[in-house]
């Protein structure tokens, strides 16, 4: 099965950039779609991005526009360029994998990602 790992979140003020990174291991990648979510505290997690093995990426409304997923093949590794942050994208940030074969999905550890002056 495959691990995920996530790193890159922070402290950022308003209107800044972080980018987040999912290094994943154990498993082969190109089999794998990818997504990220995301859990701000006293609600439920929800869904922000997605990339396909073929690369087609789909974004929930809240970021579209201001987020950009992508994936490194050769890196094993998915990313999230967030810009023009908000404090309400405060979260924590966790890397999903859908294993396409099985349709079983994987989920790292998170990441806290706090927008904040």
């Known amino acids: 099965q495959v691990q995920l790992a996530e790193s890159g979140g922070g402290l950022v003020q308003p209107g800044g950039s972080l980018r987040l990174s999912c290094a994943a291991s154990g498993s082969p990648f190109s089999i794998y779609d990818f997504g990220w979510y995301r859990q701000a505290p006293g609600k439920q997690r929800e869904w922000v991005a997605t990339?396909?093995?073929?690369?087609?990426?789909n974004y929930a409304d809240s970021v579209t526009g201001r987020f950009t997923i992508s994936r490194d093949n050769a890196k094993n590794t998915v990313y999230l360029q967030m810009n023009s942050l908000k404090p309400e994208d405060t979260a924590v940030y966790y890397c999903?994998?859908?294993?396409?074969?099985?349709?079983?999905?994987?989920w790292g550890q998170g990441t806290q990602v706090t927008v904040s002056s």
């Open positions: 999903n994998g859908l294993k396409v074969t099985t349709r079983r999905t994987y």
């Open positions: 990339i396909s093995i073929g690369g087609s990426t």
